[in-house]
């Protein structure tokens, strides 16, 4: 992906290896080389660094064909000068301190991975069988619920056929009373048909009549509608005035009562910005007071810290402190049981507030060695001078005089003895403890401990708790005050913004909504005044006009009158109205009651029709659920008996699980056991590979001396064989004696060979004829002393032959060759014994230059692990620890890493969560990183195993560290985390003729952090 390409780029201008590119050969790197369309012959990356003082360097490197080009300020260079100018920053080319891959997220993943490769197959068919279960009790609820549906709806349908056949019968009950009244009125009706032809002819008379006053109505109707519809918009303009000015007035109301609350609230937000502003005067005081004291007091505790330094241990400090501490530990192991350990070490305070008083009291005891008998002691002494450590102090507690506790200082009011606020572990030391702190008091102030050493009759030791008490309290104090001094500028600063908010609005509401509103309400007020005078001129115009219309209704009533006087008087009503509206109002209730029949009996024929199709629908959805439920109760009863198979498969696999546990934790046990048992072995095999070396040492110089003595032997003998002496042999022969370096060239420097001495060591010289006291054994003065008489006695033997006779210069000369030969081979194998000596010097200088150098890697790691671990963890309580498994030489073995997470009680680091693995992982890249640091750090997906909380913490850290240490580029998908970057850099895919990636930037400082605390 895009992320992997720019992990790619960075790694590759910062010269890492083509393996660890993810491509075989360079050129693959380039875009569409893999698939063999490349888009470019060359590639390149080019990274440019601001230096502190301004400049900026450009660091390159170009791929051309297989191979790479670097290039330094656009200057071809080579890989080692490229490597040593990174180097000079800082970036270490093979350390990759710079670089930290998605190594972690794959190995806190691995289990979890693992896990969900293997789920169990009974899970499974659980799940598989309870879902076939919720599915059963779905379709009987819905089978239920279709079978009531089925049976309400042909309830139903029943009920609509017996309402049906009732109104039938209502409507045939009503046809036959109506042709009943018809039957029993038929001469009437024939009167009134035979009279149809004069009533249409006198009304077309009276229309004929009437035609003038009809059309002047007509004309007096359009008027008064319309008259009638302007009055009805009046009215309604007035109610909605009305409703509007009310609307105002309570406008208006709240208004008032809005700026009377501001008011009284501006007021009160002045009095307490008043007594903030005094809180915030008096506490400044307050903080520089006690900020004035803290000073006073730091410098008291500075003397007394000064004159306690002496006392402090700190085994991490120097070697001369690991030197000790190795001496210790040599020593328990030599007396185990005997040697209890330093005071120091073996007791605490009950309370932190103790400490520095315990410490005076302690004194130079404090570091005191406590053993159980003075002859232990003794023989700790020996061993000491024999290691050449420091001088140390012993308390045999068999040997201590102490004076009884008197019990009376225990009633002494503000006071404690020493002894009582101390925890010491074994018992056995209280005799060393009750020795070291004597009837020393400690008081918890300073007036205390003066009434109490100089008050009464006695002197008493006493010792008070203020150096470091009053500073905390102070400390604690100011760091109090200054956050109530925070807290009230905080409180005061918001009371001004609120108060600045509140007079705003009060402004407002008093200028503009309130005078608005005041202005509208007058304005509505007016236009209501105005809406009574027109709407009474349009009721006296509509009051006017029916009047007139009434007038005209009565002169068209006297035509009609009169054109149908007889025709009344014939028919027998008053007028032809009364006629017509009973005709009419009889002929409209038959035509309605006809109508209200037809329309029940469509409605019920229409719904009949309808519940009938449902009912159908009901019927098959009945169907279709009892087909559904008995088909899901096959397939339970089939799940079930196959939950019960994986069950069974899951209990024996259980079983075998727990056997194989319990044989896991035997052999736990068993290689706990052989561990402690090879962690003594080792110790004794340390012990005993010392003394091998010791031995081999002086196997070494026996070695030499033996083959120093087996050379000086064969010269012997040679030379006897050189001067024709005949030594008296027990076995071998003088011919076995070797000539050959009489032979070889002078000039040869090779030594002795081993054939030559192993056949003369078969050579036996017999030494009976020697004289008893010849054969005793002598020490090398007398043996010295007895070749001195007898080259003394063979000299003047020798003098009294060359007097004799004329002497073999041969003889000598080949003696000279042979003392020549054996001078030269003495020289060689002192220069052979000085190279072996310098080399071993070389050795022990390289070694120890080795461990130093690592050692001061390793110490500056383990300082700094625990501290970044606690502030990636934001926990105090978080502990990291690091630790050789050879202390020796550190570099030949294993270092162990364990963490305590915060809130947690110590576990191997195997047993910690993914995320609590990748932050104890992160924090020993940080402190590796911390020892010789690159200027910048690229991380690839660290928090890929993180939940949102560590996510968090980690972004925050890495924020923190940004801003003073380094600079980090961060690869993440995760929103929690790169939002807290100062600016980001996306990738995106572009689509076309073939994907390439895009990029997008955004500076993310120039807005503020929602969550700055978080």
């Excluded at 400049?55 to 490229?82: A, C, H, P, T, W």
């Excluded at 109205?577 to 109002?585: A, D, G, N, P, Y």
């Excluded at 200088?845 to 050692?855: A, S």
């Excluded at 162990?896 to 915060?902: E, G, K």
Aim: overall charge neutral; aromatic content about 6%; hydrophobic content about 35%.
């Amino acid at each position: 992906g895009g992320k992997s390409n720019l992990m790619d780029a960075i790694s590759f201008v910062l010269a890492e290896k083509t393996s660890n590119l993810r491509v075989k050969t360079l050129k693959d790197l380039i875009h569409g080389a893999p698939v063999g369309k490349p888009a470019a012959n060359r590639a390149f990356v080019t990274m440019v660094y601001q230096q502190d003082n301004g400049q900026e360097l450009s660091f390159s490197r170009i791929i051309i064909g297989s191979s790479s080009e670097y290039r330094i300020n656009n200057k071809v260079v080579g890989l080692s000068e490229y490597s040593d100018e990174l180097e000079k920053l800082g970036i270490l080319i093979k350390a990759r301190n710079f670089l930290v891959f998605q190594v972690i997220r794959a190995a806190s993943l691995e289990k979890d991975a693992e896990l969900n490769q293997k789920r169990p197959l009974y899970i499974k068919a659980k799940e598989n069988t309870a879902h076939k279960i919720k599915k059963l009790e779905a379709a009987r609820k819905s089978l239920q619920n279709a079978q009531k549906c089925y049976k309400k709806r042909k309830a139903d349908m029943e009920e609509l056929d017996r309402e049906q056949g009732a109104v039938e019968m209502a409507r045939h009950e009503f046809e036959e009373r109506m042709e009943e009244e018809a039957q029993s009125q038929g001469q009437d009706l024939q009167l009134e048909e035979n009279q149809v032809k004069a009533y249409h002819r006198l009304k077309e008379e009276a229309s004929k009549r009437a035609a003038t006053l009809a059309q002047e109505l007509e004309k007096f109707n359009r008027d008064q509608k319309a008259d009638q519809d302007r009055l009805d918009l009046e009215e309604r303009k007035k109610i909605e005035t009305e409703a509007k000015i009310k609307q105002k007035i309570r406008e208006i109301e709240e208004n008032q009562k809005r700026i009377e609350k501001l008011e009284d609230y501006i007021t009160t937000s002045r009095q307490s910005l008043d007594e903030q502003k005094r809180m915030e005067e008096e506490l400044t005081e307050e903080v520089e007071q006690a900020k004035r004291r803290i000073d006073e007091i730091n410098m008291e505790l500075n003397q007394v810290m000064e004159q306690l330094g002496d006392a402090r241990i700190d085994r991490q400090e120097n070697s001369r402190q690991q030197r000790k501490a190795e001496i210790l530990e040599s020593i328990k192991r030599l007396y185990p049981g005997s040697v209890y350990g330093r005071l120091i070490d073996l007791c605490q305070p009950t309370q932190k507030k103790f400490q520095i008083a315990v410490t005076k009291v302690l004194g130079k005891n404090m570091d005191a060695i406590i053993v159980d008998s003075e002859k232990t002691g003794r023989d700790c002494i020996q061993y000491i001078k024999e290691q050449r450590g420091e001088p140390e102090t012993f308390l045999p507690l068999d040997y201590l005089e102490v004076r009884p506790t008197d019990e009376k200082l225990r009633e002494l009011r503000g006071a404690k003895l020493v002894i009582d606020v101390i925890r010491y572990e074994p018992p056995q030391i209280k005799k060393a403890l009750q020795y070291a702190c004597g009837n020393a008091l400690v008081c918890e102030n300073v007036e205390d401990a003066r009434r109490i050493a100089f008050g009464g009759p006695y002197r008493h030791k006493v010792q008070r708790k203020k150096n470091h008490n009053y500073s905390l309290f102070e400390q604690m104090k100011a760091k109090r005050k200054e956050a109530e001094l925070r807290q009230v500028q905080s409180q005061a600063h918001g009371l001004q913004m609120r108060l600045k908010y509140s007079q705003s609005d009060l402004e407002q509401t008093k200028t503009r909504h309130l005078s608005l509103n005041m202005q509208e309400k007058s304005k509505l007020e007016s236009e209501l005044a105005n809406f009574g005078p027109r709407i009474n001129d349009i009721k006296r115009i509509i009051q006017s006009r029916e009047r007139e219309m009434k007038d005209l209704k009565d002169r068209m009533n006297l035509v009609e009158d009169e054109v149908f006087v007889e025709f009344c008087k014939e028919i027998g009503v008053r007028n032809i109205r009364e006629f017509e509206e009973e005709k009419v109002k009889r002929q409209n209730e038959i035509a309605k009651k006809r109508l209200e029949f037809e329309t029940q009996k469509t409605r019920l024929a229409i719904q009949l029709d309808y519940e009938k199709n449902q009912l159908k629908e009901d019927q098959e959805k009945v169907i279709m659920w009892e087909q559904t439920v008995k088909k899901d109760e096959n397939e339970i009863e089939r799940l079930k008996k196959e939950e019960q198979r994986n069950m069974k498969i899951i209990d024996e696999t259980m079983a075998q699980l727990q056997d194989l546990k319990n044989q896991h934790l035997a052999k736990k046990s068993e290689v706990n056991d052989k561990n402690h048992e090879m962690e003594e072995i080792r110790k004794k095999l340390g012990g005993a590979n010392k003394e091998l070396t010791q031995l081999q040492k002086e196997v070494t110089a026996i070695e030499t001396k033996l083959e120093q003595k087996r050379s000086d032997r064969h010269n012997l003998l040679q030379a006897c064989k050189m001067q024709d002496i005949r030594l008296p042999l027990r076995s071998g022969t003088m011919d076995d004696i070797s000539q050959e370096e009489a032979e070889e060239s002078l000039s040869s420097s090779q030594k002795t060979s081993s054939t030559v001495l192993a056949k003369e060591a078969l050579i036996e010289i017999d030494y009976s004829s020697l004289s008893e006291d010849l054969k005793d054994s002598l020490s090398d003065e007398e043996i010295k002393a007895e070749m001195s008489t007898l080259q003394q006695r063979l000299n003047e033997q020798q003098s009294i032959l060359q007097r004799i006779s004329a002497p073999n210069m041969k003889a000598m000369e080949k003696l000279e060759s042979v003392r020549d030969k054996f001078q030269e081979t003495s020289d060689e194998f002192e220069a052979a014994r000085k190279r072996a000596k310098k080399a071993k010097q070389s050795f022990e200088q390289i070694k120890k230059e080795r461990f130093d150098r690592f050692n001061a890697c390793f110490e500056s790691v383990a300082t700094n692990i625990d501290e970044i671990y606690k502030a990636l963890s934001r926990n105090s309580s978080a502990q990291a620890f690091l630790g050789p498994e050879n202390p020796e030489e550190p570099y030949l073995d294993g270092i162990n890493y364990n963490c305590v997470a915060p809130g947690k009680r110590f576990r191997p680091m195997d047993n910690l969560s993914g995320g609590e693995k990748t932050v104890a992982a992160l924090a020993l890249l940080f402190a590796i990183h911390s020892y010789k640091p690159a200027p910048f750090f690229v991380l690839d997906e660290i928090d890929a195993a993180l939940d949102n909380t560590n996510i968090g913490k980690v972004a925050n850290y890495i924020k923190d560290q940004s801003v003073q240490n380094f600079q980090a580029i961060v690869i993440s998908l995760k929103e929690e985390f790169y939002t807290k970057a100062d600016s980001l850099i996306g990738v995106y895919p572009e689509q076309g003729d073939c994907v390439i990636s895009k990029v997008l930037t955004f500076d993310l400082s120039q807005y503020p952090d929602a969550n700055p605390n978080e």
